[in-house]
């Protein structure tokens, strides 16, 4: 029964491997408080007040409000594909309610941080050297995801009509315009990897020419801001969200980032619109006379 949700999730939701993990997680911590607290054995044995017990048990253990909302959006999730496959009459997660979380602002990093990282670092003129520039390039000219970096393929790069075709959340393509001097690197890349004769259908390798894995993408991203900016958190997302920020700085359309970003929903670009209105009221408070 739980087995079929996460078949479900895999297969009709197509939901990550990463997501599912989490999901399973969640999952078998409230089996385990079933068991421990009211000695309930089957999921489909809860009811609301199991449900809401949980939630109160997970606040009295300090977890964030973001990490106890993702464990509601799981209960809720299961509950409700149990109700639609009729293994239960009642919904008991219908009455949860997600908890207010403090609103933060995507971190970015700033445009002259970003040019000092690109085009006045020394990257070295060999296949290591190369992998990082295009990376780095590649997270800043698109704002695509790890995951999604992860996964090109050198199919994906398409230089006739210089375009960059993505696979997103859910098998999701998009196709994300790319710059003549991207298309450049990559090729002068693609050089240096057939030279250090490494051969694969990815297009980002690791230094020992396997398909580039998170930690070790994670882990490059990391040294390279370190050295430009001072940032608590230095990662690729934190280049997806100067991508988008500076974008709509600059005055882009914010459908046109939305669909840049891969967003199913304009609300998760809008987010991004906060940094742009900061800057404004900056601006205001310096310069005009009554601020």
């Known amino acids: 029964m739980v087995e079929s949700f996460f078949k479900y999730l895999s297969f009709e939701k197509r939901y990550s491997p990463h997501t599912i993990q989490a999901y399973r997680k969640d999952l078998n911590q409230f089996q385990g408080y079933l068991e421990s607290e009211f000695e309930i054995t089957e999921i489909i044995d809860a009811d609301h007040v199991h449900l809401r017990g949980w939630i109160v048990s997970l606040m009295e253990e300090e977890l964030s409000p973001r990490s106890v ?5 799981t209960l809720k999730s299961l509950y409700k ?3 639609a496959r009729e293994f239960i009459e009642l919904n008991p997660a219908s009455q949860l309610k997600p908890l207010k ?9 700033k445009e002259e941080e970003v040019s000092a990282m690109l085009d006045k670092v020394d990257f070295r ?3 290591e050297g190369k992998r990082d520039q295009l990376l780095l390039e590649l997270f800043y000219a698109t704002g695509m995801r790890l995951s999604e970096l992860t996964s090109l393929k050198d199919s994906d790069l398409n230089t006739h009509n210089k375009t960059l075709k993505v696979l997103g959340k859910r098998n999701k393509e998009r196709i994300i315009p790319v710059s003549e001097a991207l298309l450049i690197l990559a090729e002068e890349y693609k050089k240096k990897k057939e030279e250090a004769g490494l051969r694969s259908e990815f297009l980002i390798l690791t230094d020992s020419g396997e398909k580039a894995y998170p930690m070790f993408i994670q882990r490059k991203v990391k040294s390279y801001l370190h050295a430009v900016t001072t940032l608590s958190k230095k ?8 991508f988008a920020t500076h974008l709509l700085n600059k005055g882009a359309d ?10 199913t929903s304009l609300a998760a670009t809008q987010v991004y619109t906060h940094n742009s209105i900061e ?10 006379p009554k601020a």
């Not at 914010?254 to 967003?263: I, S, Y």
């Open 81 to 83: 594909f149990l109700l």
């Open 101 to 109: 979380t403090p609103k933060s602002l995507p971190a970015f990093v």
């Open 254 to 263: 914010l459908n046109a980032v939305k669909d840049l970003l891969g967003h």
């Open 279 to 288: 800057k404004l009221k900056s601006a205001f408070d310096q310069a005009h």
């Open 69 to 73: 909302n993702r464990k509601i959006a």
């Open 235 to 242: 990662s690729p997302h934190v280049l997806r969200h100067s």
């Open 125 to 127: 003129d060999d296949f």
